[in-house]
């Protein structure tokens, strides 16, 4: 079935040491998008890909980055997490930017001890 | 400040009632509306999206819009206790530069009653 893949999906790091959270789509989309949200909030957007065109939302910290390697794959990097990033991180993906429907993932659990 | 709002609840529903859920935006020019279903520790799962004014129907759900008071609202019959979830609202924002992205509301947690 066609799909977005988040891996992994629980992830477990040290305050500090970089991280990165893997996403994979089989829906051959052009968007992918990365939400953070914590528990009780609204999934928040921190950047996303519009083919290889990348659009960092304003206020996304810079501890935070993205790559896209092919159309399939987009990674979230985080260069040296904080007890605040602690979170689920949720990977959409849409046929079009932004007005066609998003489709998520299963999320990556964070948590930063 | 371009904001989605709805009421957190909870809202608790008798099993076999309907449920309304509501959420009211700020962008006049948003287009683009939709529902999401969110299980604790899942990811949302699409419902509903609208993009007319009045009512669109799905089974259970309907989804309803009033693009002049700014309202969305999702309707579910014949509540089902599989139903008991948090309702996320996004809506489609706009500035001067296109669509800035999906806003999301912080949820309706709805519990159905057995």
């Known amino acids: 079935d066609a799909m977005v893949i988040q891996n992994p999906r629980y992830q477990v790091t040290q305050f500090g040491k970089p991280v990165t959270l893997s996403c994979s789509q089989t829906?051959?989309?052009?968007?992918m998008y990365w939400y953070q949200q914590k528990s009780s909030q609204a999934p928040k957007l921190l950047f996303h890909y519009y083919d290889k065109d990348f659009n960092n939302e304003a206020d996304t910290p810079d501890n935070f980055q993205s790559r896209r390697p092919n159309t399939s794959f987009c990674f979230l990097d985080i260069r040296s997490p904080g007890l605040g990033d602690a979170a689920m991180y949720l990977c959409?993906?849409?046929?079009?930017?932004?007005?066609?429907?998003?489709?998520f993932g299963p999320g990556t659990r964070l948590t930063v001890l | 400040q371009k904001e989605v709002e709805q009421n957190s609840g909870p809202l608790s529903v008798p099993e076999g009632a309907i449920a309304s859920l509501n959420c009211t935006y700020s962008?006049?020019?948003?287009?683009?509306f939709f529902w999401y279903r969110q299980y604790s520790g899942k990811s949302p799962e699409l419902i509903m999206s609208i993009y007319s004014n009045g009512d669109k129907e799905d089974g259970r759900f309907t989804a309803q819009l009033n693009k002049a008071s700014q309202y969305v609202s999702l309707l579910i019959r014949d509540s089902q206790p599989s139903d008991s979830a948090t309702y996320l609202c996004a809506v489609l924002m706009y500035s001067g530069g296109g669509a800035d992205g999906l806003t999301f509301g912080k949820g309706t947690h709805l519990i159905i009653q057995p």
């Open positions: 829906l051959n989309h052009n968007v």
């Open positions: 959409a993906t849409s046929r079009g930017q932004f007005t066609d429907t998003q489709y």
């Open positions: 962008d006049r020019v948003s287009q683009s």
